[in-house]
Protein backbone atom coordinates (compact mmCIF):
# COMPACT_ATOMS: atom_id res chain seq x y z
CA UNK A 1 0.00 0.00 0.00
CA UNK A 2 0.90 3.66 -0.14
CA UNK A 3 3.51 4.49 2.44
CA UNK A 4 5.30 8.31 3.52
CA UNK A 5 8.42 8.15 5.62
CA UNK A 6 9.48 11.46 7.19
CA UNK A 7 12.54 12.44 9.09
CA UNK A 8 12.25 11.80 13.00
CA UNK A 9 12.67 14.83 14.38
CA UNK A 10 12.83 17.36 16.87
CA UNK A 11 14.98 19.40 14.38
CA UNK A 12 16.22 22.28 16.35
CA UNK A 13 17.96 25.23 14.15
CA UNK A 14 18.96 28.89 15.01
CA UNK A 15 17.16 31.75 13.56
CA UNK A 16 17.68 32.30 9.76
CA UNK A 17 19.20 28.51 9.35
CA UNK A 18 18.67 26.32 5.94
CA UNK A 19 16.12 24.24 6.65
CA UNK A 20 15.60 20.64 5.06
CA UNK A 21 13.18 18.09 6.05
CA UNK A 22 13.37 14.89 4.25
CA UNK A 23 10.28 12.73 2.62
CA UNK A 24 9.98 9.75 0.60
CA UNK A 25 6.93 7.94 -0.36
CA UNK A 26 5.77 4.88 -1.76
CA UNK A 27 2.70 4.54 -3.85
CA UNK A 28 1.64 3.18 -7.30
CA UNK A 29 0.55 5.38 -10.09
CA UNK A 30 1.05 9.28 -9.96
CA UNK A 31 -0.03 10.23 -6.55
CA UNK A 32 -0.16 14.20 -5.22
CA UNK A 33 2.02 15.20 -2.91
CA UNK A 34 1.49 17.86 -0.06
CA UNK A 35 3.14 19.04 2.56
CA UNK A 36 0.75 19.93 6.13
CA UNK A 37 1.81 22.73 8.71
CA UNK A 38 0.36 22.03 12.39
CA UNK A 39 1.27 25.17 15.05
CA UNK A 40 0.93 24.56 18.33
CA UNK A 41 -2.49 23.79 19.56
CA UNK A 42 -4.11 24.06 16.02
CA UNK A 43 -5.15 21.90 13.87
CA UNK A 44 -3.13 21.27 10.56
CA UNK A 45 -2.90 23.71 7.45
CA UNK A 46 -2.09 23.08 4.05
CA UNK A 47 1.30 24.24 2.97
CA UNK A 48 2.03 23.43 -0.55
CA UNK A 49 1.46 20.98 -2.92
CA UNK A 50 2.39 19.39 -6.07
CA UNK A 51 0.60 17.54 -8.33
CA UNK A 52 2.62 16.08 -10.60
CA UNK A 53 6.68 15.06 -11.40
CA UNK A 54 9.12 18.37 -11.00
CA UNK A 55 6.45 19.98 -10.06
CA UNK A 56 7.67 22.78 -7.53
CA UNK A 57 5.42 23.71 -4.53
CA UNK A 58 5.96 26.91 -2.91
CA UNK A 59 4.62 29.00 0.02
CA UNK A 60 5.94 31.49 2.60
CA UNK A 61 9.40 30.73 1.57
CA UNK A 62 9.56 27.16 1.97
CA UNK A 63 9.51 24.69 -1.48
CA UNK A 64 9.30 21.16 -2.28
CA UNK A 65 10.00 19.86 -5.91
CA UNK A 66 7.86 16.85 -6.64
CA UNK A 67 10.84 13.76 -7.82
CA UNK A 68 9.32 10.53 -9.28
CA UNK A 69 13.24 9.32 -9.92
CA UNK A 70 13.92 9.35 -6.17
CA UNK A 71 9.72 9.31 -4.88
CA UNK A 72 10.91 12.55 -2.73
CA UNK A 73 8.96 15.45 -1.21
CA UNK A 74 11.76 17.21 0.41
CA UNK A 75 10.59 20.60 2.31
CA UNK A 76 13.35 23.49 2.25
CA UNK A 77 13.78 26.93 3.71
CA UNK A 78 16.21 29.14 3.09
CA UNK A 79 16.27 31.25 6.08
CA UNK A 80 13.55 29.82 9.04
CA UNK A 81 12.04 32.03 11.61
CA UNK A 82 10.74 31.72 15.00
CA UNK A 83 7.12 31.75 14.27
CA UNK A 84 7.99 28.55 11.89
CA UNK A 85 8.04 26.54 15.09
CA UNK A 86 5.70 23.90 14.22
CA UNK A 87 5.44 20.40 13.04
CA UNK A 88 5.16 19.56 9.73
CA UNK A 89 3.26 16.31 7.59
CA UNK A 90 4.10 15.00 4.60
CA UNK A 91 1.21 13.50 2.98
CA UNK A 92 0.20 12.02 -0.50
CA UNK A 93 -2.84 11.05 -2.24
CA UNK A 94 -3.26 8.62 -4.66
CA UNK A 95 -6.23 6.31 -6.40
CA UNK A 96 -6.73 3.92 -3.61
CA UNK A 97 -10.20 5.67 -2.42
CA UNK A 98 -8.32 9.42 -2.15
CA UNK A 99 -7.22 9.06 0.81
CA UNK A 100 -4.22 11.16 2.75
CA UNK A 101 -1.68 8.99 3.79
CA UNK A 102 0.68 11.09 6.46
CA UNK A 103 3.91 10.55 7.29
CA UNK A 104 4.46 10.68 10.90
CA UNK A 105 5.43 14.58 11.37
CA UNK A 106 8.89 16.15 12.00
CA UNK A 107 9.00 18.87 15.01
CA UNK A 108 10.73 21.94 14.22
CA UNK A 109 12.06 24.46 16.82
CA UNK A 110 13.77 27.63 16.04
CA UNK A 111 15.46 29.44 18.52
CA UNK A 112 16.33 33.28 18.34
CA UNK B 1 -16.88 30.78 5.15
CA UNK B 2 -15.85 29.60 8.25
CA UNK B 3 -14.46 25.78 7.09
CA UNK B 4 -14.53 22.83 9.11
CA UNK B 5 -15.62 23.63 12.98
CA UNK B 6 -15.37 20.94 15.47
CA UNK B 7 -16.75 20.94 18.93
CA UNK B 8 -16.22 21.09 22.14
CA UNK B 9 -12.42 21.94 22.10
CA UNK B 10 -11.67 19.97 25.08
CA UNK B 11 -13.16 17.21 27.08
CA UNK B 12 -13.11 15.14 30.22
CA UNK B 13 -14.69 11.46 30.59
CA UNK B 14 -14.52 9.27 33.07
CA UNK B 15 -14.00 5.16 32.18
CA UNK B 16 -17.40 4.21 30.48
CA UNK B 17 -19.22 7.57 29.76
CA UNK B 18 -19.96 8.06 26.06
CA UNK B 19 -20.39 11.70 24.11
CA UNK B 20 -20.31 12.71 20.24
CA UNK B 21 -17.77 14.97 18.77
CA UNK B 22 -19.86 17.26 16.30
CA UNK B 23 -17.93 18.45 13.13
CA UNK B 24 -19.85 20.61 10.60
CA UNK B 25 -17.96 21.86 7.15
CA UNK B 26 -19.90 24.70 4.67
CA UNK B 27 -17.87 24.29 1.95
CA UNK B 28 -20.18 21.75 0.39
CA UNK B 29 -17.18 18.81 0.44
CA UNK B 30 -18.69 15.43 -0.38
CA UNK B 31 -15.92 13.45 1.57
CA UNK B 32 -15.43 13.54 5.22
CA UNK B 33 -12.59 11.94 7.59
CA UNK B 34 -12.17 11.77 10.99
CA UNK B 35 -8.52 11.36 12.57
CA UNK B 36 -7.64 11.01 16.38
CA UNK B 37 -3.22 12.21 16.79
CA UNK B 38 -1.92 10.68 19.48
CA UNK B 39 1.06 12.50 21.13
CA UNK B 40 3.52 12.85 19.37
CA UNK B 41 2.28 10.62 16.86
CA UNK B 42 0.98 11.42 12.96
CA UNK B 43 -2.44 11.17 11.93
CA UNK B 44 -4.83 7.90 11.88
CA UNK B 45 -7.60 7.36 10.27
CA UNK B 46 -10.86 6.58 12.13
CA UNK B 47 -13.77 6.47 9.84
CA UNK B 48 -14.68 8.68 6.73
CA UNK B 49 -17.63 8.78 4.63
CA UNK B 50 -17.68 9.79 0.48
CA UNK B 51 -21.39 11.53 1.04
CA UNK B 52 -24.63 11.51 3.37
CA UNK B 53 -25.36 8.45 4.19
CA UNK B 54 -22.42 6.53 3.05
CA UNK B 55 -20.15 6.08 5.49
CA UNK B 56 -16.86 3.58 6.05
CA UNK B 57 -13.75 2.35 8.44
CA UNK B 58 -10.44 3.47 8.30
CA UNK B 59 -7.42 2.06 10.47
CA UNK B 60 -8.34 2.54 13.46
CA UNK B 61 -12.25 2.73 13.72
CA UNK B 62 -12.96 -0.28 16.94
CA UNK B 63 -14.44 2.02 20.11
CA UNK B 64 -16.57 4.56 17.66
CA UNK B 65 -19.23 4.76 15.27
CA UNK B 66 -20.11 7.82 12.91
CA UNK B 67 -23.14 8.39 10.86
CA UNK B 68 -23.26 11.27 7.73
CA UNK B 69 -26.93 12.66 7.59
CA UNK B 70 -26.60 15.54 5.82
CA UNK B 71 -23.74 16.53 3.73
CA UNK B 72 -22.24 19.50 6.56
CA UNK B 73 -22.52 17.36 9.41
CA UNK B 74 -20.09 14.48 10.62
CA UNK B 75 -20.38 13.37 14.19
CA UNK B 76 -18.37 10.81 15.88
CA UNK B 77 -19.66 8.56 19.00
CA UNK B 78 -17.57 7.49 21.70
CA UNK B 79 -19.17 4.39 23.75
CA UNK B 80 -17.86 3.20 26.66
CA UNK B 81 -14.47 5.65 26.64
CA UNK B 82 -11.93 4.36 27.24
CA UNK B 83 -8.17 5.70 28.34
CA UNK B 84 -6.86 4.47 25.53
CA UNK B 85 -8.91 7.08 23.61
CA UNK B 86 -6.91 10.08 24.65
CA UNK B 87 -6.17 12.20 22.58
CA UNK B 88 -6.66 14.82 20.13
CA UNK B 89 -9.50 14.26 17.21
CA UNK B 90 -9.79 16.18 13.88
CA UNK B 91 -12.32 16.64 11.53
CA UNK B 92 -11.62 17.47 8.08
CA UNK B 93 -12.96 17.21 4.49
CA UNK B 94 -12.46 17.89 0.37
CA UNK B 95 -13.78 16.68 -2.49
CA UNK B 96 -11.46 14.69 -4.06
CA UNK B 97 -10.26 15.04 -7.70
CA UNK B 98 -8.72 12.24 -9.78
CA UNK B 99 -5.78 11.68 -7.37
CA UNK B 100 -5.84 15.19 -6.04
CA UNK B 101 -6.74 15.14 -2.43
CA UNK B 102 -6.62 18.45 -0.83
CA UNK B 103 -8.16 18.18 2.89
CA UNK B 104 -9.37 21.20 4.98
CA UNK B 105 -8.77 20.56 8.69
CA UNK B 106 -10.70 21.21 11.84
CA UNK B 107 -9.08 22.89 14.67
CA UNK B 108 -9.59 20.07 16.75
CA UNK B 109 -10.88 18.32 20.22
CA UNK B 110 -9.11 17.15 22.86
CA UNK B 111 -10.65 14.42 24.70
CA UNK B 112 -8.60 13.27 27.88
CA UNK B 113 -10.10 9.86 29.47
CA UNK B 114 -9.87 9.25 33.36
Known amino acids: GDSVTQMEGPVTLSEEAFLTINCTYTATGYPSLFWYVQYPGEGLQLLLKATKADDKGSNKGFEATYRKETTSFHLEKGSVQVSDSAVYFC???????????FGGGTRLMVKP | NAGVTQTPKFRILKIGQSMTLQCAQD?????MYWYRQDPGMGLKLIYY???????DKGEVPNGYNVSRSTTEDFPLRLELAAPSQTSVYFC?????????????FGPGTRLTVL
Open chain 2, 92 to 104: ASSTPSGSYNEQF
Open chain 2, 49 to 55: SVGAGIT
Open chain 1, 91 to 101: ALSGRIGNMLT
Open chain 2, 27 to 31: MNHNY
